[in-house]
Nanobody
């Protein structure tokens, strides 16, 4: 059974930092990514990473502030979020699939989400 379990969300003041984790079990993905959904809005892409290559790609809204990374030995995905803004408030989801293209088109596997709230 494939599982993606996020953790690390919480309440933080603007300008602060949080680190999200996503533990994967049941399989190893070729591409993994982070998405987020703010209240009343659609789910948006945040960042993705090639599991074997380490190649990363970011949405413009988070470039320079967020860093996606992975620990291959632990089969765990991370999202380091710095200089957080109130507009970063959302439920953050990790996702995985058999290619980066599949992740960007709409990944097959999703975690349950972890909530991030940034206060002004």
């Amino acid at each position: 059974q494939v599982q993606l379990v996020e953790s690390g969300g919480g309440l933080v003041q603007a300008g602060g930092s949080l680190r999200l984790s996503c533990a994967a079990s049941g399989r190893t993905f070729v591409g993994m990514g982070w998405f987020r959904q703010a209240p009343g809005k659609e789910r948006d892409f945040v960042a993705d990473i090639g599991w074997n290559t380490g190649t990363t790609y970011y949405a413009d809204s988070v470039k320079g502030r967020f860093t996606i990374s992975r620990d291959i030995a632990k089969n765990t995905l991370y999202l380091q979020m710095n200089s957080l803004k109130p507009e970063d408030t959302a439920v953050y989801y990790c996702a995985g699939d058999s290619s980066l293209l599949a992740v960007r088109r709409g990944p097959t596997y999703w975690g349950q989400g972890t909530e991030v709230t940034v206060s002004s």
